[in-house]
């Protein structure tokens, strides 16, 4: 259960520093899937970092004289270095979105608290922007990011709607904190509740979105494991919360992944019902029909014969 106390509000001044003083070197690094990275990395000439792109955005280990020493000081203060075998390496990566940067857990994000941005979060923003292109948010409206991970959401949310008042939730405590970073370091104001349910959002909703995890992941890691049925246990949870909490005319954001078996998305069969239940329209749709083909390997996913990408509009009309 959420605490309905925001979570500190202080950033991290050496991580808010440390993006700064990237984007003043123009740093810029779009950030692959992890396969891609991996690829990537592999090839030769990519043993050590040679510039920032390769020390924060491939995190490639480097000399002690490849940072300016005011980068390097910012790490240390930060305790984001580690050293082996005289290299150091960022323990952190970051990514460029539009003209934002955002600190993400070091490759591979194989901890269970690591904290991922990549090619889900990219198009979680382009959704966001082109199914709020229609609401008009004023002052006093209330938008939340729900397990806002780095804080993708919110920080679109906030820009796009500056009146509105902005919150995101998060069970992660790394993740609140690089997104609390992430989030100054932008210049955007948001409130962040460390919790998995809405108790401290205290207003009928407006603005929901969510990029909940989607997979049935083994290790059970925090930013991928979807649970219930195949990964959709997180989804379903979270668009209930939401629907439950929308205003007249609110609206909720789902970016997700659905498993499909013998032709049915169960996902879509289960929101259907939700929709119903909560007097709710419902609007989904495939972005991408074929997505982590490579879990399909695994027992869990025995029967799943592919896992689409989809977004899932919920509007209360009245």
Do not use: C
């Amino acid at each position: 259960m959420a605490d309905p106390a925001a979570a500190p509000a202080a950033p991290d001044p050496g991580l808010v520093a440390l993006l700064g003083a990237l984007k003043r070197a123009g740093y810029r690094f779009v950030t692959p899937t992890p396969a891609t990275h991996e690829r990537v990395v592999s090839r030769p000439g990519k043993a050590r970092a040679r510039d920032l792109r390769d020390a924060f955005g491939w995190n490639l280990p480097f000399e002690p004289g490849l940072l300016e020493p005011a980068l390097f000081e910012l790490l240390e203060r930060a305790g984001a270095l580690e050293r082996t075998d005289g290299l150091l390496r960022s323990k952190l990566r970051v990514a460029s979105l539009g003209d934002w940067l955002f600190l993400h857990s070091g490759f591979p994000t194989s901890q269970r608290d690591s904290v991922f941005f990549g090619p889900d979060s990219y198009r979680f923003a382009g959704l966001i922007r082109a199914e709020t292109r229609d609401l008009g948010l004023g002052e006093g409206a209330v938008a939340v990011d729900i397990g806002g991970g780095t804080g993708v959401g919110a920080m679109l949310a906030a820009s796009l709607f500056p009146g509105a008042s902005v919150s995101m939730t998060e069970i992660n405590p790394e993740a609140i904190r690089l997104a609390r970073a992430n989030a100054a370091a932008a210049g955007i104001s948001i409130q962040i509740f460390e919790g998995d349910d809405l108790a401290g959002i205290g207003a009928p909703i407006h603005l929901a979105v969510a990029n909940p995890p989607y997979i049935a992941d083994q290790e059970k890691r925090t930013y991928r494991d979807g649970g219930g049925a195949l990964g959709t246990g997180m989804p379903l949870a979270m668009a209930r919360m939401a629907g439950e909490r929308l205003a007249a005319g609110g609206r909720l954001i789902l970016y997700a992944g659905s498993p499909i078996v013998d032709g049915d998305d169960h996902l879509h069969s289960a929101l259907l019902d939700l929709a119903a239940g909560q007097g709710l329209a419902l609007r989904y749709r495939e972005l991408d029909p074929d997505i982590f083909g490579e879990e399909l390997d695994r027992a869990a996913y025995a029967e799943v014969e592919r896992i689409a990408l989809v977004a899932a509009i919920l509007d209360r009309t009245a």
